[in-house]
């Protein structure tokens, strides 16, 4: 195992630790616009770990993930906006 | 005297420092998203880090591999990224506002709580007059509720 392939298992083992925090933010968040944007960093942590396998994996198909996943994420979060404004009103 | 340079070598170490500053930068989002005392605070902390973490992890990936098709798909996500956060994050906070989440005691809102006194006076305003107009005439009431009810 080389320096190359230690480095980039270092970059998932942060990306991890930044799913943990948001996880403890998503549990313990106040208001629903709390969980909202907790979800929309869990999408964009998601998108980075498949980034980072992609290169770890040299499988060059796992990219068409990372963009179908960065649509998702906008419409839920938009739709999750959407929500709010309709449930409070 | 040598002057073949190992371009993969190369390739990985610039891929290593992009990759890994990019995930400090997401890292350090994610702290800001924990640890800031208020929702708007903390939304404008995810919506900065996390979308140049995750442009310099897309850059880094598209350097390792040295290809023009995949430069075009992390130009594309990277794209689509930077165009959707900032308004994801702005139709996030204009719900929070109408809500009324709470702001940190030591935000300086001076101006913003006169534009608030503005527009909630003015919606009085018109609560009144449609409340003036209701005995009047019912037909156009039932009109205006019905407005007012899809709006």
């Not at chain 2, 906070?93 to 702001?103: E, L």
């Amino acid at each position: 195992m080389s320096i190359f392939q230690i480095t980039l298992i270092v970059g998932i083992v942060m990306q991890s630790v930044c799913l943990l925090l948001t996880a403890i933010r998503f549990a313990i968040g106040p208001t629903l616009p709390d969980r909202v944007t907790a979800f929309d960093l869990f999408v964009a942590n998601v998108i980075g770990i498949i980034v980072i396998f992609t290169e770890l994996t040299n499988n060059e198909d796992f990219i068409d993930v990372a963009i179908i996943l960065s649509l998702f994420g906008f419409l839920g979060s938009i739709s999750f906006a959407y929500y709010i404004m309709r449930i409070t009103k | 005297m040598e002057t073949s340079i190992d371009w993969e070598l190369v390739r990985e170490i610039a891929s290593c420092v992009f990759i890994l500053s990019g995930a400090g930068f997401m890292l350090i989002a994610s702290i800001g998203l924990l640890r800031f005392p208020d929702f708007y605070i903390r939304m404008s902390a995810i919506t900065k880090g996390s979308t140049l973490g995750l442009g310099l992890i897309l850059m880094g990936m598209a350097i390792y591999f040295n290809q023009p098709g995949i430069l075009l798909k992390v130009l594309v996500i990277i794209a689509f990224t930077y165009i959707t956060a900032p308004v994801a994050a702005h139709v996030i906070g204009r719900t929070a506002v109408q809500n009324g989440i709470a702001f940190w005691e030591k935000t300086n809102l001076k101006e913003f709580r006169e534009y608030l006194t503005k527009h909630r006076l003015e919606r009085q305003i018109n609560q009144d007059r449609y409340t003036e107009e209701a005995p009047v005439t019912m037909e156009k009431d039932g009109g205006a509720g019905d407005v007012a009810g899809k709006v």
